[in-house]
């Protein structure tokens, strides 16, 4: 086994699509987002573990997975996937042949883009299936609400498009302030009773992501784009508090009876995190006082001093900016990063740490013994989201799959 790994526990991905589909319920299909390598997760290992009905007792009610790149279709494509697959994100026009040949879904936000897709699907004689991104309030790629009918329309005009999907993307649906989101539902909305009353009705409608879906029962529609909660991580602090201020009947969701009558913080048991990214120490060694550790001589030890190097750096995804206030656990307890953080060493003191030895597994998100560090307790310190967390590990640290 590889010295630092990142591991996913599959199980714990099947046990959070099930919780989701139990908020989401009938009537309402999910596509999980899997772009960026499933969120630094593996893509093809976890849609395959999604799509598997006999691991996955809901697959049926997953539509199809989001992705960002024609890439990732083509990778899904390879290994067996034949869910739709939506590209959330731009394709370039040399990409639409290969996007016609493994059956991508493409999302449209200008007529000149169109009409090619159109032009080499009715070349091939076939129907491209598209969607139609509205901006109702984030600014990104997109039509605006007032250019959607006339967009639309033409669309429909277009031989060998199959205009299925209609969709926005919110832009603070996680926060305690709901008023934004609701704004841009309204304009969602508006726009659909305007191309019904000219007689359009667009089969696929989505806008919530996992925020949305958890909370407003208004902005699932016919599809719920879930990201992040998949991964069993949040997608904000305030959503939890919102998830308890609505109501949302967590003890129906959580079956397990033990969990019920604990009576206590139920929703640390909602969502469990799929990922746990690990090392393993490589050296251990006395560093006198006076001495400075790492680069740019940013500590220096004030009594003997033992330390334990691992091999983990910023070029595997440990951040940089944890350089002399992150930590690891290490044999149950959290052992403080000394330093700078290297490319692919860090050192860290286990002076108070009794027996730590080369050998010893180094955890840096996830749990060892009573002790758990988070994607959201590294993401507080770096002052970003558990999102850039996860996703920053570099592909290329082997993941290891377990059920």
């Keep these: 086994m590889s010295l630092t790994r990142v591991e996913i526990n599959l199980s714990n991905l099947i046990y959070n699509i099930k919780q989701l589909n139990k908020i989401v319920g009938t009537g309402t299909k999910i596509m999980p987002v899997v772009k960026s390598n499933a969120y630094g997760h593996g893509l093809v290992p976890v849609c395959k573990a999604l799509t598997d009905e006999n691991k996955n007792p809901v697959s049926k009610n997953i539509y199809g997975f989001g992705v960002i790149t024609m890439g990732e279709v083509t990778a899904l494509r390879k290994s067996g996937i034949e869910k739709p697959v939506l590209i959330l994100g731009p394709v370039s026009y040399e990409e639409i042949d290969d996007a016609i040949k493994y059956k991508a879904t493409l999302i449209v936000y200008d007529i000149p883009f169109a009409r090619e897709i159109s032009n080499r699907a009715a070349k091939e004689n076939i129907q491209i299936p598209v969607h139609v991104k509205i901006d109702t309030g984030l600014g990104r790629l997109s039509v605006t609400p007032e250019e959607g009918p006339e967009f639309i329309e033409k669309l429909l005009k277009m031989p060998g498009l199959n205009v299925e999907g209609l969709y ?236």
Aim: net charge neutral.
């Design 168 to 403: 926005t993307h919110l832009a603070d649906a996680e926060g305690i302030d709901q008023s934004y989101t609701l704004r841009q539902l309204l304009r969602f909305n508006k726009l659909i009773d305007i191309l019904e009353d000219k007689g359009i009705k667009i089969p696929l409608k989505h806008m919530a992501g996992s925020a949305a879906a958890m909370l407003l029962p208004e902005t699932r529609f016919d599809i719920t784009r879930i990201g992040i909660s998949i991964y069993g991580l949040w997608p904000a602090e305030e959503t939890k508090i919102l998830m308890i201020a609505k109501g949302q009947n967590i003890l129906d969701i959580l079956t397990d009876r033990d969990i019920q009558a604990k009576g206590v913080n139920l929703l640390a048991y909602f969502l469990k995190p799929v990922m746990e990214f690990k090392t393993t120490v490589v050296q251990v060694k006395d560093i006198p006082p006076g001495n400075c550790i790492g680069y740019g001589c940013t500590y220096e030890t004030k009594r003997l001093t033992r330390v334990a190097v691992i091999p983990v750096g910023y070029g595997e995804g440990f951040d940089r900016k944890l350089s002399n206030c992150g930590e690891v656990l290490i044999r149950g307890k959290k052992a403080s990063v000394m330093g700078r953080i290297c490319m692919n060493l860090t050192i860290v003191d286990v002076t108070d740490i009794p027996g730590v030895t080369a050998g010893d597994e180094a955890v840096i998100i996830g749990k060892q013994g009573e002790q758990q560090i988070t994607a959201e307790d590294m993401a507080e310190k770096v002052g970003t989201i558990n999102y850039e967390i996860v996703t920053r590990i570099n592909w290329e640290v082997p993941r290891v799959y377990i059920w």
